[in-house]
């Protein structure tokens, strides 16, 4: 049921900077906006960026996103062993069958 | 503060019915659009369901329309799912999840409550 396209995996050393890539189509990403969530292990999802580039209060500035097209981007830089966790983009589809859409999600480990 | 609280989640048969309740507090709850969203054992997030503040308008995804139904109760604060006609795919934990804009950012989730559909 994911629409949203996601690496499965991405790693990196401790201070060093990953992204995230999202593709989808012009029913979703292509003409709306897009958010970010973070899973640590056995916990609930938590918003990390929405409106395609902002971040809730909280949310340090070493979390970005960006959007072009119908693709989307979060960054990390000064990754911490911390950051270990799921992430997945999200967005709404205005296709026939509306309604909320995720991708696929990657984990990202600190090497 | 906060608080999204879900329960009602447990073991059904295939074939079953469950209801799942999300109590909400710290937050005028009748102001916000609401969710369900769900993540089957090892797998991603899913969006399942969703209604609006005042309850008049709501969306499901294509595998659980006919089968599921959400409400909400604003002098209660309470948001329910309905889920009948349960399938072995239908496992999974269910979160109940606050909309910040009306426009399908998930700023507050609960913990999460797990439904078995097993028999």
């Known amino acids: 049921q994911s629409v949203l396209t996601q690496p499965p995996s991405v790693s990196a050393a401790p201070g060093q900077k990953v992204t995230i890539s999202c593709s989808g189509s012009?029913?979703?990403?292509?003409?709306?906006?897009v958010s970010w969530y973070q899973q640590l292990p056995g916990t609930a999802p938590k918003l990390l960026i929405y409106?395609?580039?902002k971040r809730p209060s909280g949310i340090p500035d070493r979390f970005s996103g960006s959007k072009s097209g119908t693709s989307a981007t979060l960054g990390i830089t000064g990754l911490q062993t911390g950051d270990e966790a799921d992430y997945y983009c999200?967005?709404?589809?205005?296709?026939?069958?509306?309604?909320?859409?995720f991708g696929t999600g990657t984990k990202v480990t600190v090497l | 503060e906060v608080q999204l609280v879900e329960s009602g989640g447990g073991l059904v048969q295939p074939g079953g019915s469950l209801r799942l309740s999300c109590a909400a507090s710290?937050?005028?709850?009748?102001?916000?659009?609401m969710h369900w969203v769900r993540q089957a054992p090892g797998k991603g997030l899913v969006w399942v369901s969703r209604?609006?503040?005042?309850?008049?308008?709501?969306s499901y995804v294509d595998s659980v329309k006919g089968r599921f139904t959400i409400s909400r109760d604003n002098a209660k604060n309470t948001l329910y799912l309905q889920m009948n006609s349960l399938r072995a795919e239908d496992t999974a934990v269910y979160y109940c999840?606050?909309?910040?804009?009306?426009?399908?950012?998930?700023?507050?989730w609960g913990q999460g409550t797990l439904v078995t559909v097993s028999s």
């Open positions: 999200g967005t709404w589809d205005s296709s026939l069958t509306a309604g909320g859409v």
């Open positions: 209604i609006s503040s005042d309850g008049s308008s709501t």
């Open positions: 409106d395609n580039n």
């Open positions: 012009s029913s979703n990403i292509g003409n709306n906006y």
């Open positions: 999840v606050r909309d910040l804009w009306n426009y399908y950012y998930f700023d507050y």
């Open positions: 710290g937050f005028t709850f009748s102001n916000y659009w």
